[in-house]
């Protein structure tokens, strides 16, 4: 079974505000990953999050991980409507580094 | 290339025959990944090579899908006796080897419908 779980499963906003994407998962991770998705084909990576790093942040994008609770989030902030994209979380167990799990996404709709 | 390639884009078959699916990773790239995407749904791990050899593939659905990789580069994720079930978008990806830290490089995915 995945090891991530995303919500919300869909999410609609208007340019220029921000949007925020919840991932959980079960096991210890070594590092989770945010990618992006354009079309349904391939993905993107977006932003790498340590394990024993708390917060992160690349231009508009902000992720905050919480091992206490096993979850993550994504912030874009200031959004456009390029942004447009389905977003996955991915983790890769602090027991095997060679698979990543992915989440099955959050489909974000900016609205010009 | 610059970066991952998968060939074909697109495949349709017929129920009970047999397709290969290729991916050429990055040059360069130890560690290669497939995946399946059904349509509106995530990524499901199929199976995993570091070099040639494939140290997890825990995700094969089942019996009729096989992969290989040769020479470190190439590799080929077949399905035997297609099903209708197996119609998703096949992704590829590879990555270098860093400890843990490697993030992934996709290809665009063959699109297989079958029939």
């Known amino acids: 079974s995945q090891q991530g779980e995303e919500d919300p499963q869909a999410l609609s906003i208007q340019e220029g505000e921000n949007a925020t994407m919840n991932c959980s998962y079960k096991t210890s991770i070594n590092n989770l990953q945010w990618y992006r998705q354009n079309s349904g084909r391939g993905l993107v990576h977006l932003i790498l999050?340590?394990?024993?790093?708390r917060e992160k942040h690349s231009g508009r994008l902000r992720v905050t991980l919480d091992t206490s609770k096993k979850s993550s989030s994504l912030l874009i902030t200031a959004s456009r409507a390029a942004d447009t994209a389905s977003y996955f979380c991915?983790?890769?167990?602090?027991?095997?580094?060679?698979?990543?799990?992915f989440g099955q996404g959050t489909t974000l709709q900016v609205k010009p | 290339g610059a970066g991952v390639s998968q060939s074909p884009s697109n495949k349709v078959t017929e129920k009970g025959k047999d397709v290969e699916l290729r991916c050429d990773p990055i040059?360069?790239?130890?560690?290669l990944y497939w995946y399946r995407q059904s349509l509106g749904q995530g990524l499901e791990f199929l199976i995993y090579?570091?070099?040639?050899?494939?140290?997890?593939k825990s995700g094969l659905p089942s019996d009729r899908f096989s992969a290989e990789r040769t020479g470190g580069s190439v590799s080929t994720l077949t399905i035997q006796r297609t099903q209708q079930e197996d119609s998703a978008v096949y992704l590829c990806?590879?990555?270098?080897?860093?400890?843990?830290?490697?993030?992934?490089?996709f290809g665009s995915g063959t699109q297989l419908s079958v029939l």
């Open positions: 990806a590879s990555s270098l080897s860093q400890g843990g830290m490697e993030k992934l490089f």
């Open positions: 999050i340590r394990s024993n790093e």
């Open positions: 991915a983790t890769r167990g602090s027991s095997n580094t060679g698979k990543l799990i």
């Open positions: 090579f570091q070099g040639n050899s494939a140290p997890d």
């Open positions: 040059s360069g790239h130890t560690a």
